[in-house]
């Protein structure tokens, strides 16, 4: 029985994972949106204003 | 097999494999809607309360505020690997520290983790004695209280039998249970002081005389507080469908409302703590001194939240463990880590000690994270062999020496070495100067990427570490 689920287990993973690791590793294959100049604006915004709630705690 | 079992080989093979740009499924907001859930946990006031012990209200709010967020920038910029490509940070950590060195982390950072639940079963068993004196009139002795936080543990184990099913319903209890019980707290605070008053109060039990080694204090422990995310940072973000929507997701969890939270535990044991000379960072302690019906409602709705989070860190951090651990069955893991928890609440080490177990949170949630920062985006420019990631052979990029990546222990070692040199955890003061500019966790962060950045520009050891790109190449 546990030789059984190990088994069940392993050969699900390795059959999901080579069909994946094959589609990502095609050309073609397109990876989500990535973080724009916008979004690293914003964090830079976030940033300053948590400096300033910082010290005007401490002033 | 059972269908439990089954159901959990399928979350560990769906936890292990790397997601499909096209099988994306969570958006911004139902990114920020999950993070959020797991933002809202009764540990937050916990925190709240731990640090007005040593600042007051106004620098307390600003700290936990300010410092949560600035830090989750930074810290949650490693949302982004998991969402690019659709693996999970623990997969991912085997190109910064090997095969077989990342599950030697992985071990160190769940049993602490597991801390987080001892938080539970401590406000758990608080929460049903202090129902047990109003409703009787009777107080039960201290030596029941372990006993009655087991119960949540006991309640959690049997849901997380139940599969994920009955926990995803359990779960919808945390949101409205948590929600009341801030807004209880407010009332109190609101109704009995003003908000200069409250501007005014300060530190419960400094540290020191030194204003500003309280406030660095605070600021290590909230610094640590946002390291708790290691261990489940890269679950989510693989589903989604953009970068922003991960990241900005997890800022509005993770950061924002976590760091609200905080806030109002904050208010809520330095009001209640003035009003009655009870402090207390626990807070059904808060809410049986305050008294009154809608204390007992707010009671009632974190003994509900403790036993709904119990069950889904039973059930996600299990899920987890068999992905380490396949020759596990999924209830031998389950059993395996009650058993931890119930040890962690029946010595009580975590609430007796929370700004060790916070230490401890920091030091490994800390410099790991900024470590596989500075391997993702500096070493090796945002360019990974995913193949590599799960063939664990020799041959294979990410098998380093034996298993191990030298460099990445290295610099873990070097960060560890720095914590411990500038913060001394137990007294919870600091041992050197620099403590008072960067706090423990914040120097051992620079340390462990200086020294893994610095340690991948000599040519051998970036040839060592870069096997996956010459692998691309032939």
Redesign the interface.
Known sequence: ??S???K???E??NE??EA??E???SPG????????KA?YL??VV??AI??V??I???V | MNKNEQSANQEAVFGIIPMISRERTHGFWAIAAVTIVYSMAPWCFTQGGAIISVIGLKAALTNTLGVIVLFSIIYLLAVIIPAREGIDTWIYQRACFGYKGIVVIWFVAIFATWGWEAILTGIHGTSISALYTIATGNVLPDSWIPWLGATCVIVGFIIALMGPNVITKVSYIVIPGIIIACIVLFVFVFKNYSWSELMSMEAVAPISDNFRENYMVATEWNLAFVCAWYTVIGVIPRLGKTERGSYWGFMTGFGVVYALIACVGAFGALAVSDMTGVYSNDPSIWFSEMGGGLAILSMICLICSNISIMAVAMYSLSVSTKAVLPNWSYRKILIAWSIWVLFLNFTGVVMNYYSVFLSVIGFIGGPTVIIILVDYFLIRKQRISIRDMFEQEAKNAYYYTKGFNVLGYVALLAGTVAYFLVYDPINAVARMEIFNFTTGTGLSCLVAGLVYGFGAMIPSVKTYLLRDMEAKKN
């Open positions: 029985m546990q059984e689920q190990n069940s287990f392993k699900l993973l999901e994972l994946r690791i589609e990502i590793e294959y397109e990876y989500i949106p990535r973080l724009t979004d914003g964090m976030t940033a948590c400096v709630i910082i005007v705690g401490v």
